[in-house]
């Protein structure tokens, strides 16, 4: 079996070819919503920097030899993260539907780590790069107040994005 490596960098923004349903956009929304109010502004900034994307049961999604420059908030499906010791993969943790999943100190410190991100089954999900999530964080102190995410570890990328 080929393992294909794919990436979400810079996907063309939310529009009719790329998102199946507006209940797949009010799903991402919601999610924010459970802590921050959402104005329209903030949710059209949110659009044009998020995409959307179907992965393959068995893709790879992130190799631990690269950075990780994407988030990737799981609309359906599963994913594993899992990292390479003595030749054998050590499943970390599983992601599933309405959860973030990256490789976290090669995502929020720009670095690489040991993690790889495959997919268990067929795999939808928005796709949001670093330099977009900094944009967010920079623009709005509301996306400062979302308990998810340890946002002081992402001020860093500021720096060097």
């Given at each position: 079996?080929?393992?294909?490596?794919?990436?979400?960098?810079?996907?063309?923004?939310?529009?009719?070819?790329?998102?199946?349903t507006?209940?797949?956009?009010?799903?991402?929304?919601?999610?924010?919503e459970k802590y921050i109010k959402l104005s329209d502004t903030l949710k059209s900034?949110?659009?044009?920097?998020?995409?959307?994307?179907?992965?393959?049961?068995g893709e790879l999604i992130h190799n631990a030899d690269k950075i990780c420059i994407t988030s990737y908030f799981i609309?359906?499906?599963?994913?594993?993260?899992?990292?390479i010791k003595d030749g054998k993969e050590i499943t970390e943790y599983f992601s599933a539907e309405n959860e973030w999943v990256n490789s976290p100190k090669s995502f929020m410190q720009q670095q690489l780590d040991i993690y790889y991100i495959d997919t268990i089954e067929q795999t939808d999900c928005f796709c949001l790069n670093v330099k977009d999530l900094v944009f967010l964080l920079t623009t709005s102190l509301k996306w400062n107040a979302m308990p998810d995410f340890r946002w002081e570890l992402y001020l860093d990328i500021i720096w060097t994005v």
């Open positions: 079996m080929s393992i294909q490596i794919v990436s979400c960098k810079r996907a063309e923004p939310l529009n009719h070819k790329n998102i199946k507006i209940e797949q956009t009010t799903e991402l929304y919601s999610h924010f900034e949110l659009t044009k920097r998020i995409s959307f994307k179907t992965f393959k049961k609309h359906k499906g599963l994913m594993r993260t899992y990292f």
